[in-house]
């Protein structure tokens, strides 16, 4: 069973950088992909940033041109660099692993195939 371990996260002033990090053990294959998704009070839970194992990437709108995203394959590890950020980003941080093997194209979603992290909170704020 893939156990997701996440790090990082925390208060930051509007503006500040964060960076989050994910590593995941208990699988032995390059997964079809990796990414955060966030959940902020009385909202559901969206993507923030996902990456294929062929570094096909996909953003939240509200996020691109702020965040990136990038993946290790060999250590099966994610990570998000949050910079610009704004008291909207204020959420809790879920890690998202694809546990299907690498699909051709740019296939990222959700779904049985799921595994998720525990949550990180993230704090924007003056």
């Known amino acids: 069973q893939v156990q997701l371990m996440e790090s990082g996260g925390g208060l930051v002033q509007p503006g500040g950088s964060l960076r989050l990090s994910c590593a995941a053990s208990?699988?032995?294959?390059?997964?079809?992909?990796m990414g955060w998704y966030r959940q902020a009070p009385g909202k559901s839970r969206e993507l923030v940033a996902a990456?294929?194992?062929?570094?096909?990437?996909e953003y939240g709108n509200s996020v691109e041109g702020r965040f990136t995203v990038s993946r290790d394959n060999a250590r099966h590890s994610v990570t998000l660099q949050m910079d610009s950020l704004k008291p909207e980003d204020t959420a809790v941080y879920y890690c998202?692993?694809?546990?299907?093997?690498?699909?051709?194209?740019?296939?990222?979603?959700?779904?049985?195939?799921?595994?998720w992290g525990q949550g990180t909170q993230v704090t924007v704020s003056p």
């Open positions: 998202h692993v694809d546990n299907r093997r690498p699909l051709p194209g740019c296939r990222i979603g959700v779904g049985g195939f799921s595994s």
């Open positions: 208990g699988t032995t294959f390059v997964t079809n992909a």
């Open positions: 990456v294929t194992s062929g570094g096909c990437t």
